[in-house]
């Protein structure tokens, strides 16, 4: 079967525009470091990991402040899994100053097994909806209508004009 001719222009204007505009958000992902982890949280070396990772995506570009608890949440997760995967501390070491390390580390795995006693399939539906909410799947991109564009193509004031697109949008459904 033949093709059914050339693919639509992406940035045609349509007369039947979506309600919600689409946002662009930077292919080179979100500048800057990633945000501090906040006082009294600790995470993990995958915790840490996952959220110098997520902060360097073009989801975090849109990101706002709300989106910081999610991400921290979303973070504890994946040390939640690392500690089900790698689960063996050895045997205690004998010296007393390493000893307190070792404890230190135990008491961390046990709020960590704590935390996830409800079992991996859990904490794995978990993580997926919060990939969702944050825009890091596919079809979540699609639903906040993001694209991702060539750094040549994003607009300079990319992330404010998302931060004020977001705004817009919470108020309008504030008021609905």
Do not use: H
């Not at 989801?59 to 402040?65: L, P, S, V």
């Not at 390493?98 to 704590?114: C, D, N, P, R, S």
């Not at 607009?155 to 309008?172: M, N």
Request: charged fraction near 30%; hydrophobic fraction near 40%; avoid cysteine.
């Amino acid at each position: 079967m033949a093709g059914n001719g050339p693919l639509p222009d992406p940035n045609r204007r349509r007369r039947n525009a979506p309600t919600i505009p689409t946002t662009n958000l930077p292919a080179g992902g979100r500048e800057g470091p990633p945000p501090r982890i906040p006082k009294g949280t600790e995470l993990g070396a995958a915790g840490k990991t996952w959220w110098r990772w997520a902060w360097s995506t073009p989801q975090a570009a849109a990101w706002d402040a709300g989106s910081f608890r999610v991400v921290l949440r979303r973070a504890r997760l994946e040390d939640a899994v690392a500690v089900l995967e790698e689960f063996d501390l050895g045997e205690p070491p004998s010296d007393p100053d390493e000893l307190a390390g070792y404890l230190e580390t135990l008491k961390w795995v046990i709020q960590m097994l704590k935390g996830v006693a409800t079992g991996v399939l859990g904490v794995m539906r978990e993580m997926r909806e919060l990939d969702d909410r944050l825009g890091l799947t596919p079809k979540a991109m699609a639903q906040l209508r993001w694209t991702i564009v060539a750094e040549e193509e994003a607009p300079e004031r990319a992330t404010a004009e998302v931060v004020d697109r977001l705004a817009e949008r919470r108020r309008r459904l504030a008021s609905a």
